[in-house]
């Protein structure tokens, strides 16, 4: 509960600045990088993951990994919230709000139907895709350069999300293969 409340917290003061920070020429394009980068990794780490189990020494120790783990995995949450609000206080509260309340109390729930349907991860991870897209199309560098319609953004952003599940497919072909060349030997 107390690592839960932390992890709120620490969340809201993030996506605030972030979303400020997104005005900076080309901290919207690494960020839109890192969001592509984090969508990739959630497909080809997705079963890794599923087994992981930390022991807990101590209430501190509890609210230590969660906090660690809250910072580590939801970059793309704050990035992709500040990026989606485009400025907009009210989408910004907005799309906080909805990522709390199911970081909060629908975690759990998520997680066992991810595991159930690997789908989600894919849905997830495509979505992730356009979201870093429309963050690299919209960063001011890029469109003081280039000046790309909004035709282009989206085309660019379809590009993106059809890219890392590509790439995560591909990545996972491999793996699978190098695997099984080990196993042969």
């Not at 400025?87 to 139907?113: D, Q």
């Not at 356009?130 to 000046?147: C, F, L, N, Q, S």
Request: one cysteine or more.
């Amino acid at each position: 509960m107390f690592g839960t409340v932390a992890a709120v917290v620490l969340r809201i003061v993030l996506t605030f600045f972030a979303a400020q920070l997104l005005q900076i020429q080309f901290l919207k394009l690494g960020g839109g990088l890192v969001i592509l980068w984090i969508a990739v990794k959630l497909l080809t780490e997705a079963e890794e993951s599923s087994g992981i189990n930390k022991q807990v020494q101590s209430l501190g120790h509890a609210i230590w990994l969660i906090l660690v783990a809250d910072v580590t995995m939801s970059v793309d949450n704050i990035l992709a919230v500040a990026a989606a609000s485009k400025g907009n206080l009210g989408l910004l509260i907005f799309g906080l709000v909805l990522s709390i309340t199911f970081v909060a109390f629908t975690s759990g729930l998520l997680a066992r139907l991810m595991d159930k349907y690997p789908i989600i991860i894919w849905i997830g991870s495509a979505i992730l895709g356009r979201v870093g897209g429309d963050m690299i199309a919209t960063d001011p560098w890029i469109h003081e350069k280039v000046h790309p319609s909004q035709l282009l953004e989206i085309g660019f952003q379809i590009v993106c999300a059809g890219g890392v599940l590509g790439l995560a497919w591909l990545l996972e072909r491999r793996k699978k293969s190098e695997e099984k060349t080990i196993a042969n030997v």
